[in-house]
Structures are given as C-alpha cells and as structure tokens.
C-alpha cells in the first residue's frame, strides 16, 4: 500500500511548476506571525511580497470582505456599486488631488497591461522603460520587464521598447523623442532588490516627458499604498506622474489592481477600449477601502517611516551589510557576499520569513503593522542568521 502523499508533493504533482518546490506549506497567519503544517511559527517579514499591509486576519478587513461579500458580491461591469465609486474617489484624493481617473483591475499585471495600452491611445507606440525593472508577467508587462531570463522564451514581445539604465537621467533624455508614448519608471525598484535611483531622477523624468509630450508612467505596485511611509514612494520626490499603477498592498491580500489616469491620460479610455469582468469586485474595492481606512485611522504612515527607519539602522550595524536600501517598510540589505540565498535560508530556520531578492541583496517588505517586538526580534536574531549564512 502506498503511503498518502505529503503536502509538498501533492502541491508538486497537481500544480504547474512555475515557482519552483514551496519552501513551506503555511496554514493559519494572525497579525505578522504565520504557521506551518507542523505547527513551527514565523515571522513573516515578506507580507505575501508587499500585500499584506495589514498583517493576516485583520478584523477590519475580514470584516468589510465579509459585510460586503454578505451583501452584494459580484456584478458585472454594466453596473456601478458603491464600494467601487468610493474607492476610486479615495485613491484619487490620497495620490492625485481627485484629478484623474481610475481603471480596476485584479493583479499588478493587469494594471500595466490597462497602462500600456491607454499610452497606446496617445497615437505613439515608442515606449522607455528601465533596467532591473519588473513589471509583471502578461506579455505588454513583459515588454516592459528588463530580466532577459523572462523575457526571451516569450519573444517577440509586444511593443517598441528601449531600456535604459536606471537612475541614468542623461541616457534617459537620449532616448525620449517626439515619438515616445510613454515613460515607465519604478520610483524604487522592488524585484530587484529595493533599489533607489539618485535624487532628482524623477523630476528628470517629469521633465523630459513634458519636454516630448510623452507619458510619465510609475509603477508603484510595490512601492505604494504605504509602504514607504508615505502613500506611494514618488511623493517623497513630489513628482506626479501621467499614469499610475497599484496593486499588491492596496487589498491588503484580496486581489485588486488600479491603473490611475491623471490629467490628460484621464480620458484616453472610450467605450470600448478595455474591460474586465472582475476588476471593480464590490468585495475587493471594500477590502481596499477598509485597507487605507485602516492606515489612516491607525497613523500608520507614520509608524511605517519610524519603525522603518530603525529596522534599517539596525541591519546596517553588521559588518557583513554593505548598504541598506530604501524606505519605510520597504528595505533591501545589500550584503558584502553572494549569501542571500543563505541568508534567506538561515532566517527561516531562525522563525523569520525574508527574501533573497538577487544573490546579494534581501528584501523585508512586512505588514505595516510590524510591531517594535517583532522588529527587535528579528534585529536581535541578525547576527547569528548572517554568521550561520557566511559560515
Ligand atoms: C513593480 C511591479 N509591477 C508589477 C508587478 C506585477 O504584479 P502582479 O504579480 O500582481 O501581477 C510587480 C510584482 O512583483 C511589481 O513589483
């Protein structure tokens, strides 16, 4: 008789490998902490990858998905529902100053996907876009994402796009033209590492778009809704773009993504153009709706820049961190050595959920309800993880 089979390899057999064997089967999270299928409790430092923002099993979200999915679950796009006014009207308020309008979708992708083709309504098809960028996996994201290793087993992908190097204010000046669409900028770069361009690159950027006619386009999927402390990243460098993306931490863990058209890219959309049947779901506007409540009601921008700020200090303290990147709960730890993966690894035996970003670099993108306790913990146990991963 054969014995059953374990979680691990059920999850092998049954689902496409995409991700590569799970490190752990998870099956319950409270606040920050989650644990697996053998009881063993983490820290979860990562939040789903810069989603969780308020942490797992939140009473407020659990309950406004609850309230509305108890009321009015799903509709189609032939009809309007409050939660998604509201919505729309709030993201407009926090990013914008309500001048704009809004595109829901379901993912991040989905979001870029919704941005790249508004910027085809511009009449232009030339696109910048930047090295070590990532934004998403269909195929216009794709397009736009730098990594050769994504991209090449899906060539050709759509679009004109040239890259340049991030941060790179000169060769991005080179590349606009008269021709160009649209800009897309990360205003930090989350997949590869938490990478920060040098001051003043945004409002280069700005002005080159003007200078072109061209769409500025930022992608603060990862970036935004908090999580640098303040609600996207690109504020810190009061630069408003054409074209935003959302996605990630503005569900808090439902689904939902945002394409935001501000100014003149508010209207390039006609009957017609794009749609979707579940982006604008009453349950996922709800669950952002109670996410930002939530950030605002509790001042957690402001909790996120301070707890931030010292999480970041403490892991700058060992000799084994060349720099720490970032802001607010947004961080990446460039290591002295390739040990990331190590790094990852020892953490994980040591009760904290962390990511080995590239080979040198970990990214913490934790709930923004991080308590001070479980900061300390992690930066008392910092030490001995890197010891254990440079051994
Ligand atoms: C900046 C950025 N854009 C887009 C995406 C894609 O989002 P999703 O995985 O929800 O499709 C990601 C995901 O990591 C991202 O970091």
């Not at 979200?61 to 309230?67: D, F, I, M, N, Q």
């Not at 060539?155 to 796009?161: A, I, N, S, Y």
């Not at 109670?290 to 931030?308: N, R």
């Amino acid at each position: 008789m054969s014995t059953p089979a374990g979680t691990t390899e059920r999850y092998q057999s049954a689902l496409m490998n995409t991700f590569g064997p799970p490190k752990l089967v998870l099956t319950r999270g409270r606040g920050t902490h989650v644990w697996d299928e053998d009881g063993n409790e983490y820290v979860d430092l990562l939040g789903g990858i810069a989603v969780n923002a308020l942490g797992h099993g939140h009473p407020a979200l659990v309950e406004a998905v609850t309230e509305q999915l108890s009321t009015l679950g799903h509709i189609s796009n032939f009809f309007a529902s409050e939660p998604q006014i509201a919505l729309a009207e709030k993201l407009l308020s926090l990013v914008a100053q309500g001048d704009g309008k809004v595109f829901f979708t379901n993912s991040g992708t989905e979001a870029n996907e919704a941005a790249f083709k508004l910027t085809r309504r511009t009449g232009r098809t030339h696109l910048v876009a930047m090295t070590g960028s990532f934004h998403g996996r269909t195929m216009g994201s794709l397009a736009l994402t730098a990594k050769e290793a994504y991209r090449a087993p899906f060539e050709p992908l759509p679009g004109e796009v040239t890259f340049v190097p991030y941060g790179d204010a000169a060769a991005l000046a080179a590349a606009v033209t008269d021709e160009t669409a649209a800009i897309v900028i990360e205003p930090i770069q989350g997949e590869a590492g938490v990478v920060v361009p040098p001051d003043g690159f945004l409002a280069a950027a700005r002005a080159v778009a003007d200078e072109h006619g061209a769409l500025l386009w930022f992608d603060e999927v990862q970036s935004g809704m908090g999580r640098t402390g303040r609600w996207l990243a690109s504020q810190a460098a009061g630069v408003t773009p054409d074209v935003l993306t959302l996605a990630k931490g503005l569900g808090g863990g439902f689904p939902i993504g945002a394409c935001l058209g501000l100014g003149r890219a508010a209207t390039l959309f006609e009957p017609g153009n794009h749609g979707t049947t579940f982006g604008g779901n009453p349950v996922a506007c709800a669950a952002a709706l109670a996410v930002i409540t939530t950030i605002e009601d509790d001042g957690l921008l402001e909790h996120v820049a301070v707890l931030g700020q010292k999480l970041r200090d403490g892991l700058a303290a060992d000799p084994r961190v060349s720099e720490v990147t970032g802001e607010g709960l947004f961080v990446g730890v460039v290591l002295t050595e390739d040990r990331a993966a190590d790094v990852a690894a020892a953490a994980l035996r040591a009760g904290f959920i962390v990511n080995n970003a590239t080979p040198a670099r970990i990214r913490l993108a934790p709930p923004l309800v991080l308590t001070a306790e479980d900061a300390e913990a992690f930066l008392r146990a910092w030490p001995t993880i890197l010891e254990e991963a440079f051994a």
